[in-house]
């Protein structure tokens, strides 16, 4: 168990909805980082926030967003949704965000019909 | 931006046998990480090489950094059934965002 808390596990959604997925990170971690993991594109950096401030972005889509809130348990919220945005998402926490060891959740498999 | 290649995509080996990825970036590290994550779980990490030439053990597990810290390597030795799963780099460049390679994925005929 990494500590890393992600919910729901699995999510089955209809093309053009909205669905938001949370992370709870390890008890002290102060960064969250957003994956997505697909097929063919292995494991893409999505986001990152630090104390709840955004600290990096990757090739996260505009109909995507984040935030990470005051307890620093963050949502993904992924909207008008494509075929194509179905994939696992992973939450991971860090201590400093600076580049260390991550711990991962079990990830959100999410599938858009 | 950064890019991290790692190779080969897939290994099928018998058990016994050895196994090596590889990892390459396109740029300069602070240091990079590995991941393993079996099938149908989550990334885990395994360990993490700061320092040019560096080379740690655990177990049967050898990762080197390279010299200029732009690649890395993961040796396993005599694999087992229960070394099965996809094995990832990840390199951290001056954004501090772990970069990860595609992996490799490890199969074990026993």
């Known amino acids: 168990d990494s500590g890393v808390t992600q919910t729901p596990k699995h999510l089955i959604t209809a093309t053009g909805q909205r669905v938001t997925l949370r992370c709870s990170p390890r008890?002290?971690?102060?960064?969250v980082y957003w994956y997505q993991q697909s097929l063919d594109q292995g494991l893409q950096f999505l986001i990152q926030?630090?104390?709840?401030?955004?600290?990096a972005k990757g090739n996260i889509l505009e109909r995507f967003s984040a935030q990470q809130f005051p307890d620093l348990h963050s949502e993904l919220n992924l909207s008008s949704l494509e075929l194509g945005d179905s994939a696992l998402y992973f939450c991971?926490?860090?201590?400093?965000?600076?580049?260390?060891?991550?711990?991962f959740g079990q990830g959100t498999r999410l599938t858009v019909v | 931006g950064q890019q991290v290649m790692q190779i080969p995509q897939y290994q099928h080996v018998q058990e016994g046998e050895d196994f090596t990825t590889y990892c390459n970036s396109s740029?300069?590290?602070?240091?990079i990480q590995w991941y393993k994550q079996r099938p149908g779980g989550h990334p885990v990490f395994l360990i993490q090489?700061?320092?040019?030439?560096e080379v740690k053990k655990q177990k049967r597990l050898t990762f080197q950094f390279g010299e200029a810290k732009k690649n890395s390597s993961l040796h396993i030795t005599a694999t087992q059934t229960t070394d099965v799963g996809t094995y990832f780099c990840?390199?951290?460049?001056?954004?501090?965002?772990?970069?990860f390679g595609r992996g490799t994925s490890l199969i074990v005929h026993p």
């Open positions: 008890s002290g971690d102060l960064s």
């Open positions: 990840a390199g951290v460049g001056g954004s501090y965002i772990p970069t």
């Open positions: 991971a926490s860090s201590a400093t965000g600076a580049g260390g060891e991550a711990f």
């Open positions: 740029t300069t590290l602070s240091n």
């Open positions: 926030y630090y104390n709840g401030e955004e600290r």
């Open positions: 090489l700061v320092k040019s030439g």
